[in-house]
């Protein structure tokens, strides 16, 4: 299997068709949702991210921000 295009020792699990990128579940999200995507109504990312399943990039960046302060202050 194909691996995560950031996490080499990760599986791709979700495949983005418009950036053409594995990505893990750490990494799944829609990267420009709120640009139009020609492959948006086929895009699982972006299905699972409406029903929950997945955090959005968004959500990512907030809590990555969070983990990196936390780091700061301890
Ligand atoms: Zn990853």
């Known amino acids: 299997m194909d691996k995560c295009y950031r996490h080499p020792d990760r599986p ?3 495949f ?3 950036d053409g990128n594995r990505m893990c579940e750490e990494c799944a999200c829609c990267h420009s ?3 139009y995507c020609q ?3 086929a895009c699982v990312i972006n ?3 409406k029903q929950g399943e997945l955090t959005s990039c968004a959500e990512k960046l907030i809590e ?3 983990k ?3 780091k700061i202050s301890v």
Request: charged residues 30%.
């Open 33 to 35: 949702p709120n640009i």
């Open 47 to 49: 299905m699972l991210t």
């Open 68 to 70: 990196h302060d936390e």
């Open 16 to 18: 983005c068709q418009k």
């Open 64 to 66: 990555e921000r969070q």
């Open 39 to 41: 492959h948006r109504s």
């Open 12 to 14: 791709g699990i979700y």
